[in-house]
């Protein structure tokens, strides 16, 4: 069974930074494509960034492209998600995500995601 789980969330100023971490159970971590989704208030759970299992190939929603960096330590089972220039409209539950099928390109559609984290919860304040 995977299990993810998220840390870092919190509160920070506009113009701030954050660290988002994502500790993974499981052996073959290193295949899996990795994705952080977001979900703000009232609205619907959209993709942030993903990352393929050697950790060469990056995607970003282009909201974020040039603040946030996704990365990931296959050693330590664990996916980042740098954030800088924090603006508040990036107030959200930020969610990790596993792809554990292997799969030829990183992709940002939810639905090839099978495992899921519950949540951390970042609020930036203007």
């Known amino acids: 069974q995977v299990q993810l789980a998220e840390s870092g969330g919190g509160l920070v100023q506009a113009g701030g930074s954050l660290r988002l971490s994502c500790a993974a159970s499981?052996?073959?971590?290193?295949?899996?494509?990795m994705g952080w989704f977001r979900q703000a208030p009232g609205k619907e759970r959209e993709f942030v960034a993903a990352?393929?299992?050697?950790?060469?190939?990056?995607i970003y929603t282009d909201s974020v492209k040039g603040r946030f960096f996704i990365s990931r330590d296959n050693a330590k089972n664990t996916v980042f998600l740098q954030m800088n220039s924090l603006k508040p409209e990036d107030t959200a539950v930020y969610y990790c995500?596993?792809?554990?099928?292997?799969?030829?390109?990183?992709?940002?559609?939810?639905?090839?995601?099978?495992?899921w984290g519950q949540g951390t919860r970042v609020t930036v304040s203007s």
């Open positions: 995500a596993a792809d554990s099928r292997p799969r030829p390109m990183v992709v940002s559609t939810q639905g090839t995601y099978d495992y």
């Open positions: 499981g052996r073959t971590f290193s295949i899996w494509t």
């Open positions: 990352i393929g299992g050697s950790g060469d190939s990056t």
